[in-house]
C-alpha cells in the first residue's frame, strides 16, 4: 500500500475505471434516477468519463424515462459533452464532459416528467460554470415521485442558498400529470466555491403556512377542502400555533391542463422549514390529500431533525462539494440518501460520516451526516 495506506478503506471504494472511464453500477441500492442525476452532475464538475450500466434497473419500466435523458441532455449541453446511449429505455450510457459553460439552456420533458428533478442534475454544474446561466425546464411542476415546484421555492431554495450561493426561479407555468407543459426558468451566476453549512439546531416551531391549489377542471372547493382537512389534522398535535393554508386557484393562463395538490411547511425558530405535501388525483377524496401532506409534516416534525426527508438526499451533492465540514442533522436517513452519500464519495474526495444523534431525548429518531467537502474551485473564475 506504501504511502497511501493511511487510508486503506478509500481504497476499496475507489470507482472502477475503464481506461480512465468511471463505471456506475445504476442498479444498486435505491437504483433510480437519482444514481444518474448525481453521477452525471459530478461526471460533468469533475471532468470525469462516466459510464453507467442497469440504469433504473429494478424499476418497473428500466432504463432511461423522459425525464432522465432531458436532463442527461441538458448537462451534456452545459458542457459540450458527449453522450453515448442517450434514447429512451436505454439502461447504459456514456457520457465525456468538456468545459462548463453558462448561457442560456432549454430542458424539455414533452412529459409531465419534474422540471425539479431536472433543476437538481443541472444546478451543479451550473454554480461552477464560467458564466451566468439561464435554464429553461420544461415538464410537471407539481408531479408525482418528486419534490412539487411549491418545495423547491419554499423549502430547498432558502436552505441551499445557506452554501453561499443564490438563484431565481420563476415559474411561468404550472404542469401536472399527464401533459405536463409547465416551465420554469432559473437564473444564477456562477460562484468560486461552496461554503460548508450547519444545520443542526431544530429550534421550535414559530409558523405553519402553505398552499392548497387546484386548476384547470376543478373548482376551488377542492383545494379549500384539502385546506381546512390539513389545519385539522394538524391542530390536534400543534394547539397554539396559527396555521395559515391558502386555498388557491392557479390563473388559467398560468397552468396547463388540470391538477391539485398542497403543500404546508413549518418554520422554526432557527430558520429551519420542514414540510409535507401531497398531490390530487382522479378518485382520491380532497380530504385525505390534505390529511396526507399534514401527517407527513408531523412525521418530519417528530423526528427532531433540521431538515425534513425530502431535502436530506438534495443536499448530499453540495456538502460534497461545498469547502470545509458540513453538519446536518436529520430524521432517519432514507435510502435517497444513503444512496447519493455513495456515489458522491465514489466520484469525489468528499468523505461522509452518518452517526446516531446523542439527544437529550431518547424518543427522538436523529442521525448527523456529517461531511468533509472536496472544497470544489471554480477555475474560470
Do not use: W
Not at 439552456?105 to 414533452?110: E, L
Not at 454544474?125 to 446561466?133: E, N, T
Not at 395559515?244 to 398560468?254: A, G, K, L, T, Y
Amino acid at each position: 500500500l506504501g504511502a497511501r495506506s493511511g487510508s486503506p478503506r478509500r481504497l476499496c471504494s475507489l470507482p472502477a475505471m475503464d481506461g480512465d472511464r468511471v463505471e456506475i453500477d445504476g442498479g444498486i441500492m435505491e437504483g433510480g434516477g437519482q444514481i444518474l442525476r448525481v453521477s452525471t452532475a459530478l461526471s460533468c464538475l469533475l471532468g470525469l468519463p462516466l459510464r453507467v450500466r442497469r440504469i433504473r434497473a429494478g424499476r418497473s419500466q428500466p432504463g432511461l424515462r423522459p425525464q432522465h435523458l432531458s436532463g442527461l441532455e441538458i448537462v451534456r449541453d452545459l458542457c459540450e459533452g458527449k453522450l453515448e446511449g442517450g434514447e429512451i429505455g436505454s439502461t447504459e450510457i456514456t457520457f465525456t464532459p468538456g468545459k462548463i459553460k453558462g448561457g442560456t439552456h432549454i430542458a424539455d420533458t414533452k412529459t409531465a416528467g419534474s422540471v425539479c428533478l431536472l433543476m437538481q442534475v443541472a444546478m451543479p454544474c451550473v454554480l461552477f460554470a464560467a458564466s451566468p446561466s439561464e435554464l429553461h425546464f420544461k415538464g410537471g411542476t407539481n408531479a408525482e415521485m418528486a419534490p412539487q415546484i411549491d418545495y423547491t421555492v419554499m423549502v430547498f431554495k432558502p436552505i441551499v442558498e445557506k452554501f453561499n450561493f443564490t438563484f431565481n426561479c420563476d415559474i411561468k407555468k404550472r404542469g401536472y400529470y399527464p401533459q405536463g407543459g409547465g416551465e420554469v426558468v432559473v437564473q444564477m451566476s456562477p460562484v468560486k466555491e461552496l461554503s460548508a453549512i450547519n444545520l443542526t439546531e431544530r429550534g421550535t416551531v414559530t409558523k405553519i403556512y402553505g398552499r392548497a391549489f387546484v386548476a384547470g377542471a376543478l373548482p376551488i372547493k377542492l383545494a379549500k377542502d384539502m385546506s381546512a382537512a390539513a389545519v385539522r389534522c394538524i391542530r390536534k398535535e400543534i394547539r397554539d400555533l396559527y396555521i395559515n393554508i391558502q386555498p388557491v386557484r392557479e390563473p388559467d393562463d398560468q397552468a396547463f391542463g388540470t391538477g391539485s395538490g398542497i403543500i404546508i411547511v413549518a418554520e422554526t425558530s432557527t430558520g429551519c422549514l420542514l414540510a409535507g405535501s401531497s398531490l390530487g388525483k382522479r378518485g382520491k377524496n380532497s380530504d385525505k390529500v390534505g390529511i396526507e401532506a399534514a401527517e407527513i409534516l408531523l412525521k418530519n416534525l417528530k423526528h427532531g431533525g433540521a431538515v425534513d426527508d425530502s431535502l436530506q438526499d438534495q443536499l448530499i451533492i453540495f456538502m460534497a462539494l461545498a469547502k470545509g465540514v458540513s453538519r446536518v442533522k436529520s430524521g432517519p436517513i432514507t435510502l435517497h440518501t444513503q444512496t447519493a452519500i455513495h456515489f458522491a464519495e465514489q466520484l469525489t474526495k468528499a468523505k461522509f460520516t452518518v452517526t446516531k444523534s446523542e439527544e437529550e431525548d431518547p424518543s427522538k429518531d436523529t442521525y448527523i451526516i456529517e461531511c468533509q467537502g472536496m472544497g470544489m474551485i471554480n477555475s474560470n473564475l
